[in-house]
């Protein structure tokens, strides 16, 4: 039995004889299957030829897979007490990797975005006996159901060490962002674009497809009540470092002209 990875969008299947016949997030029209077809690997062919680079991005510790694998993010360490959370996972899970979080004082949890880096979530949670905070409203898109799965619901959920997540929704309905300080972390739900006076807000990303103006006006107004300078997104170095309060605000603002007509 192996547990099969995706190798497009790196989301991790429950242990089987056979790959997957097809990936749900690949097929959803969010993500797509590559032209060449859908292909498969595993954890230790994945880690023959690919390994974790654990380093600093802005005031946090990120964790990437090189070369780059599936959709490329990479996760961030987010202090907490004495230990770590993880923010967004990635598939890549060797005993390496194990051994520099552990040294950063290990995870007490993590909390995922959204589906598209749901990737090796559990082999993560297993391997450090910690929980995964996820929105209940993306609970269809688990494709490795397992008890260390938490499904929270509402609009915030207050963790410990001054820790909130908020549901943005927009790019999924769970869509999901952690705020800490005077940072928010939103992997793809407020995009870090290559222009740093603006994020963007999408339904997909890699196939272009927009938001409806009042779901982009949700994203941006449920991150309103908190304070932050800063805004980290899903890849090395998309960062924002001071004035981002005002960025989302400007975006959001620019979004609902882009769509009248108006820019
Ligand atoms: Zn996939
Ligand atoms: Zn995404």
Redesign the pocket.
């Known amino acids: 039995m192996e547990e099969y990875i995706?190798?497009?969008?790196?989301?991790q299947y429950p242990p089987a004889l056979k790959p997957p016949l097809s990936?749900?997030?690949?097929?959803d029209p969010r993500?797509y299957?590559p032209p060449a077809g859908?292909q498969w690997t595993t954890m230790a062919d994945l880690a023959a030829d690919h390994e974790n680079r654990v380093r600093e991005d802005g005031e946090l510790v990120g964790i990437g897979t090189e070369p780059s694998f599936?959709i490329g993010q990479r996760a961030l360490l987010v202090p907490y007490g004495d230990t770590n959370l993880l923010w967004d996972c990635v598939t890549l899970l060797d005993d390496a990797t194990a051994a520099e979080v552990e040294r950063r004082g290990g995870l007490a949890g993590i909390a995922i975005s959204h589906p598209h880096y749901y990737s090796a979530m559990v082999d993560w949670a297993r391997r450090f006996d910690c929980p995964v905070h996820l929105h209940a409203a993306d609970a269809e898109w688990v494709m490795r159901p397992d008890d260390a799965i938490r499904f929270w619901d509402g609009d915030q959920l207050e963790l410990e060490h001054g820790v909130t997540l908020i549901r943005g929704g927009g790019h999924f309905p769970g869509g999901t962002m952690l705020h800490r300080e005077r940072m928010l972390l939103t992997g793809d739900i407020i995009q870090v674009i290559p222009d740093r006076s603006h994020v963007g807000f999408m339904w997909s990303y890699p196939n272009l497809v927009p938001l409806p103006d009042a779901e982009v006006q949700r994203v941006a107004a449920s991150v309103e009540p908190f304070a932050f300078d800063a805004i980290y997104g899903a890849w090395w170095d998309r960062l924002i470092p001071a004035d981002a309060k005002d960025v989302v605000r400007r975006s959001a603002a620019r979004y609902t002209r882009a769509l009248a007509g108006e820019l």
């Open positions: 995706c190798i497009a969008c790196g989301t990936c749900p997030i690949c097929d993500q299957v859908q599936a």
